[in-house]
């Protein structure tokens, strides 16, 4: 992409209201633009962003056996009166009618949808396990939408559900996506905790929250240091065989939000080992088992030829709360440090005298190489003041830079510069691009 020909409407400051560092960062490099009280428009580069994030979901959620189906935004009260929840769900849900006066809403969340798809058609057991997600615009009408994108009323979540015949196979449905979640944190560049999480009425330790740890987290996290290192399982393990030592691996160690805490068994761990801190949600599962499917009737036909209940689950992944959550993890003065897995360019390429020919013969070449190696560049090819054009860069907080410049091209060198450590070297056109191709 020539930044000539681009939109990527950056800003000097943020607005004032804008509290946390990510949310001033997501405004200043041209990401969001607020269009109402949590409710934002997604800017080129932001947009970029937001699909690489949902590709990695998507990756993840299909390598540990869910399947991807797209679920409307706009529901029928109907079925949340079967469900019960239509009275229930308060001021949060945005409730719409349509020109012949049916109720619809604007979904905050999907099970009564699923289950009610689930129920039109699978019938037996032997279609189990089954797991359906979509990755779909959410609304709930929150009362201090803030923080940017990271409580927003609009917003864009990973939602997955899952059947099974009992409660023993939900649990393993349950392990696979406790295992997946990981897997998904660990390719954004983050360090995120399972943390314990309220099951609600149905009780049990099938309820997690994952927690990536930052000084502005809305939560209290009391967490065992060790697993702040527990690396993610990575893709290779069994996903449809025995889950359970992995899963137990990380939740024998004590970690629990503030509602679930226990602050007699977190003082019972060596002191060196106790981690207090604050957490952003990223992501949130739970077994429900029937809560759905009983009012609902979704039941499928057993090994024994009764009908029973169907088990559920459901497992969330703020996506779009990711993009802000990334940078609160990765960021210095200058701006964002984007890990190459969402970087919404692989690189730039920096033209510091735009119309020397040396300079723009360099920078073409550099794109047209970094283009074909799959590179995605952003070439700053603007009639700006070097000064601006490095802000900029580094604002954005692409991965590699590629800096060009009269005396360089003079030498037949160029300027690497690589983002996250701000080291620069001066080496020959192909050894940068070697460089920036093999990462
Ligand atoms: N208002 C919001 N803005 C952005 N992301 C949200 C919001 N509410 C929830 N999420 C994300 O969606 C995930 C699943 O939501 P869920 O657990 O159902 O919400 P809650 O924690 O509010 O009960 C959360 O872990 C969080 O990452
Ligand atoms: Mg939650």
């Not at 012949?100 to 129920?119: N, S």
């Not at 024998?252 to 226990?262: I, K, R, T």
């Not at 990334?326 to 970087?343: N, T």
């Not at 300079?359 to 000064?387: F, K, M, N, S």
């Amino acid at each position: 992409m020539r930044l000539s020909r681009y939109f990527m409407p950056t800003l000097r400051e943020a607005p004032a209201d804008a509290q946390i560092v990510s949310h001033r960062l997501m405004l200043r490099a041209g990401l969001i633009r607020q269009e109402a009280a949590g409710i934002y428009a997604w800017l080129p580069l932001g947009l970029k962003v937001l699909k690489k994030i949902e590709q990695v979901v998507r990756e993840e959620m299909n390598r540990a056996g869910a399947v991807e189906i797209l679920m409307p935004t706009l529901q029928l009260a109907d079925l949340w009166r079967e469900s019960g929840r239509y009275d229930d769900y308060g001021e949060e849900m945005l409730r719409i009618k349509d020109r012949h006066e049916r109720d619809l809403l604007y979904g905050p969340t999907a099970e009564e949808v699923v289950t009610d798809i689930f129920r039109s058609y699978v019938k037996s057991y032997k279609d189990l396990p089954m797991n359906l997600y979509n990755i779909q615009w959410k609304f709930r009408d929150e009362r201090r939408p803030r923080f940017g994108v990271m409580r927003g009323r609009e917003f864009l979540m990973k939602d997955a559900y899952s059947f099974d015949i009992d409660e023993a196979a939900a649990r393993r449905s349950y392990n696979r996506m406790f295992l997946a979640y990981l897997n998904v944190y660990a390719r954004l560049g983050l360090k995120a905790i399972p943390v314990k999480a309220d099951p609600g009425p149905i009780g049990g330790d099938m309820s997690h929250e994952f927690m990536i740890l930052a000084e502005t987290g809305e939560s209290e996290v009391f967490a065992h240091r060790d697993l702040v290192e527990m690396g993610a399982p990575g893709p290779d393990i069994d996903w449809f065989g025995d889950l359970e030592a992995e899963v137990s691996r990380r939740t024998s160690l004590y970690a629990a939000s503030d509602e679930m805490h226990d602050a007699a068994r977190f003082e019972a761990m060596p002191e060196g080992k106790r981690m207090t801190a604050r957490g952003i949600e990223v992501g949130h599962i739970f077994y429900f088992g029937e809560k759905y499917s009983a009012p609902m009737g979704a039941k499928v036909t057993g090994p024994d030829g009764k009908d029973v209940n169907v088990q559920m689950g459901s497992y969330g992944v703020g996506v779009s709360r990711l993009a802000g959550a990334i940078i609160e993890a990765s960021h210095d003065d200058a701006g964002i440090i984007w890990p190459a897995s969402v970087a919404p360019f692989g690189a730039a390429v920096l033209n510091l005298r735009v119309g020397d020919a040396g300079c723009d013969e360099v920078c073409e070449q550099a794109y047209r190489a970094l283009t074909d190696a799959g590179i995605d560049p952003l070439y700053d090819d603007r009639d700006d003041r070097p000064g601006a054009k490095f802000a900029a860069t580094d604002l954005v907080g692409i991965p590699w830079q590629l800096i060009v410049g009269p005396k360089g091209v003079a030498d037949g060198v160029v300027e690497l510069k690589r983002r996250a450590t701000g080291e620069r070297q001066s080496l020959p056109l192909d050894a940068a691009l070697k460089a920036i191709v093999n990462g």
